[in-house]
């Protein structure tokens, strides 16, 4: 059976760091600064701290910390408006400083109720954009 390798990248409130899981272990960089109004600025350091432990574009996790994230618990008005995760993504809109379109977001149904995790998908999206 194969070696199987696997990278994460963790933000932070104000800084980022890279971990390489293996069998044989976990490395993890030095956390460095970040400004999260301005990812474009660490992309250049975080591509070469990965490819500095051997990141050859296998599929990454990204790690977000808190302050990257907004959480809730709202009800939900029928079952089957639970079923459907756009339809969870307008409800959660309510709660959040963004549209709907732009966010990325996680549930947890219990019955009427739901929790719901999401992040602005835009600086997301240019970190990843940034790495390959």
């Not at 104000?14 to 400004?35: C, F, N, Y």
């Not at 709202?74 to 995760?85: L, V, Y």
């Amino acid at each position: 059976m194969g070696l199987k390798t696997h990278f994460l990248i963790l933000l932070e409130d104000s800084a980022w760091s890279v971990t390489k899981m293996t069998r044989q272990g976990i490395e993890r960089s030095e956390p460095a600064p970040l400004d999260p109004k301005n990812i474009r600025a660490s992309s250049g350091a975080i591509r070469d701290r990965l490819a500095a432990l051997g990141y050859r574009g296998q599929p990454l996790l990204l790690a977000l910390g808190s302050s990257w994230c907004v959480n809730v618990a709202m009800e939900i008005p029928t079952a089957r408006k639970g079923r459907k995760r756009e339809d969870l993504a307008y409800q959660l809109e309510w709660y959040l400083p963004w549209a709907a379109e732009e966010i990325v977001a996680d549930y947890e149904i219990h019955g009427s109720k739901a929790f719901a995790v999401a992040a602005h998908a835009e600086p997301l999206a240019l970190l990843l954009s940034e790495l390959q």
